[in-house]
């Protein structure tokens, strides 16, 4: 392996292997080796000895700080729950002392988030999106909180079911939701299939002939005006159904668009 003296001393603002050097904080280390404080990528800030980012950028390398979690793609427009982000700023974070005692400021990058009930803005750091430990700007909380109070008097039936199954998965995929247990409405018989629907199995528990919730425009998601109950046969059409089965999908589809479009 090449030693340390055949490898180009860093200078400051120096981009290696990931991350910048800042400033030599020990003139000598361990084996005569010079230490750097270096900024990651990420945002981190950390102390290493030079010769191992030097060492790594001639392999060809990243050695990023030991934050792995930091460290997974993310970026603006991408989804988590009910925030995209918009965008990123590094904020500083903490006063830090190093090991010989000296403070110093540290910087973290958080993500500018958007969240879907309001377009209100928050800052949030990237782990606690991937780990879905925040989910919106706290109109989530707010929410389920009032959820718990509120007396639709239609906990115990097939509607309530279906609204609440829709509602994790909203939850769940980041899909957008703003419907209520009353805009569910269950037909005797299912308006693509002309099938009779049957509520009496549980949630969970599908047949053919189940209620089912449709998005007739997937991507609005589940919100007022875009959702149907439909059966589960029809939902699920698409992926196995027959020629004359799909003739019917499109038939009603055809007439489902043109009484929205005359609606709006």
């Known amino acids: 392996m090449a030693s340390f003296n055949?490898?180009?001393?860093?200078?400051?603002?120096?981009?290696?292997?990931?991350?910048?050097?800042?400033?030599?904080?020990?003139?000598?280390?361990?084996?005569?080796?010079?230490?750097?404080?270096?900024?990651?990528?990420?945002?981190?800030?950390?102390?290493?000895?030079?010769?191992?980012?030097?060492?790594?950028?001639?392999?060809?390398?990243?050695?990023?700080?030991?934050?792995?979690?930091?460290?997974?793609?993310?970026?603006?427009?991408?989804?988590?729950?009910?925030?995209?982000?918009?965008?990123?700023?590094?904020?500083?974070?903490?006063?830090?002392?190093?090991?010989?005692?000296?403070?110093?400021?540290?910087?973290?990058?958080?993500?500018?988030?958007?969240?879907?009930?309001?377009?209100?803005?928050?800052?949030?750091?990237?782990?606690l999106l991937r780990k879905g430990d925040v989910q919106s700007c706290g109109c989530y909380q707010k929410e389920s909180v009032g959820n718990r109070f509120r007396t639709h008097g239609k906990t115990n039936t097939r509607e309530f079911d279906l609204w609440a199954a829709a509602k994790e998965r909203a939850d769940k995929y980041g899909i957008d939701f703003n419907i209520d247990v009353e805009d569910i409405v269950i037909p005797e018989v299912c308006p693509v299939l002309g099938i009779p629907i049957n509520i009496s199995l549980g949630r969970g528990r599908r047949q053919p002939d189940s209620p089912s919730l449709d998005k007739f425009y997937p991507e609005k998601g589940y919100v007022k005006g875009n959702i149907q109950v439909i059966s589960w046969r029809a939902n699920r059409i698409k992926s196995d159904g027959t020629p004359d089965e799909w003739i019917k999908i499109a038939k009603w589809c055809q007439e489902e668009d043109i009484k929205n479009k005359l609606c709006q």
């Open 6 to 127: 055949r490898i180009s001393p860093p200078k400051k603002g120096e981009q290696v292997a990931g991350c910048e050097f800042i400033e030599q904080f020990l003139e000598k280390g361990d084996h005569g080796q010079t230490f750097w404080r270096l900024k990651c990528e990420c945002g981190f800030v950390f102390e290493r000895r030079a010769a191992e980012q030097k060492n790594a950028h001639k392999k060809g390398q990243k050695k990023l700080c030991r934050n792995t979690h930091l460290h997974r793609d993310i970026k603006v427009g991408q989804r988590f729950n009910r925030l995209t982000i918009v965008d990123f700023v590094k904020k500083e974070e903490r006063e830090r002392l190093d090991k010989k005692g000296k403070p110093y400021v540290e910087n973290r990058v958080y993500a500018i988030c958007e969240c879907s009930c309001d377009k209100k803005r928050i800052h949030v750091l990237p782990e």
